[in-house]
């Protein structure tokens, strides 16, 4: 028999498993909810009832849901940055134990979120590499853009016009 539903008054409320759900989960904003979970629905109103049973399910669908796409925003990365530096230079150059990312693109190893922030980001521009060599190498940060250097850029590109628009 269907649950009364406390947002609308009907009776409606029913296990539901459909296709097609998605739920924001820590840093995600969306991830795909198995088809497969059941979440008391209202089948009036469509609010859906979480009692601890489901949310602990759903929570472990969902970290679940979480590892696979940083696994797979790893080996994307990692398949990107392999045609500038090999794995093991590169293991070496982020601190990282000898086979470990080996071990990430084979789905053997969950890798972190910060870690895959931060793959993915040097996979978007590999020249960063290099710049990370260097910090390690003098212990200093690369020169930042300072209000003094933006302007002296701005005015360098190409003068006057590029205020015009
Ligand atoms: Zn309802």
């Given at each position: 028999m269907s649950r009364l539903c406390a947002e609308c008054g009907a009776r409606a409320v029913e296990p539901c498993a459909v296709p097609g759900r998605t739920s924001a989960y820590k840093h995600f904003a969306s991830l795909p909810i198995p088809a497969t979970l059941p979440i008391p629905t209202c089948a009036?109103?469509?609010t859906e009832w979480f009692d601890r049973k489901t949310s602990e399910r759903?929570?472990?669908a969902l970290a679940e849901a979480a590892a696979q796409q940083l696994s797979g925003l790893a080996g994307e990365a990692l398949g990107v940055l392999s045609t500038s530096l090999n794995q093991r230079d590169l293991e070496a150059l982020l601190g990282l134990?000898?086979?470990y990312l080996s071990k990430v693109r084979h789905a053997k190893e969950r890798p972190s979120a910060?870690?895959?922030g931060l793959l993915a980001l040097?996979?978007?521009r590999?020249?960063?590499l290099d710049e990370i060599a260097r910090i390690w190498d003098t212990?200093?940060?690369?020169p930042r853009l300072t209000v003094d250097n933006v302007s002296l850029f701005e005015s360098s590109v190409d003068g006057p016009a590029a205020v015009a628009y």
């Open positions: 009036n109103c469509g759903l929570d472990a134990s000898a086979g910060p870690l895959v040097l996979a978007d590999p020249a960063r212990g200093h940060l690369p």
